[in-house]
């Protein structure tokens, strides 16, 4: 019996300790300010005080605002499949876009090595997830399974131009017509524009 108190005890502890502020899977710890700057060069690591950018000098936007995107990266992923959907929730303003990796190290693919923001245990919740090719290992797989429940979309891209119409999509269904063309603007999409009335 004993045993089993120690062990409930220390269950509790270690889920404590990885709950703390920013946590996966605690869609209420959204704590913090960083810069949503699509233009910045930054970490956009999450600061504990508002103020402003050190990289760009933009005025940091509290994180609770923000629309989190979580873009899964892994050894081999298909960088072109998940930079285009990154570009575009950059640009379009209201969101806060970040990697993560199963365990928050590097990841190479085509010659490339990326550096992570988050490890899955320890990234913000997000509230869009962008998921490429076969989502990497089993262990990032089910986390993309379980966290995807909960979000309001899973972005699965696969190929590059479906990427981004498919990422566009859900930037014009979170935050309406402007804010789509205003993203495909920016990373210079004529054919979304073409499509949704031309406009430039
Ligand atoms: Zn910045």
């Known amino acids: 019996m004993k045993a ?30 960083v810069c949503a700057s699509a233009t910045c060069a930054g970490n956009h690591a999450v ?19 923000l629309t989190h995107v979580a873009v899964v990266l892994y050894d081999g992923v298909d960088l072109l499949d998940v930079t285009g959907p990154a570009d575009v929730f950059a640009n379009a303003g209201g969101f806060y876009v970040y990697t993560i990796s199963q365990h928050g190290n590097a990841v190479r693919s085509g010659g490339l090595e990326v550096e992570p923001d988050f490890d899955i245990q320890h990234c913000p919740w997000p509230d869009v997830l962008v998921v490429s090719g076969n989502g990497g290992t089993d262990v990032l797989r089910n986390w993309v399974d379980l966290v995807g429940k909960s979000a ?24 309406g017509d402007d804010s789509a063309r205003r993203a495909a603007r920016a990373i210079e999409y004529d054919g979304w524009l073409a499509q949704s009335g031309g406009q430039r």
């Open 47 to 65: 600061a504990d005080k508002s103020g402003d950018c050190r990289a760009c000098g933009s005025k940091l936007s509290a994180v609770k605002d």
């Open 152 to 175: 309001d979309h899973v972005l699965k891209a696969a190929g590059v131009s479906s990427g981004i119409d498919g990422a566009l999509t859900i930037v014009q269904k979170m935050k």
């Open 4 to 33: 089993i108190i120690c062990t409930a005890i220390l269950l509790c502890a270690s889920a404590a300790l990885a709950g703390g502020s920013g946590h996966c899977y605690d869609p209420s710890a959204r704590a913090g300010y």
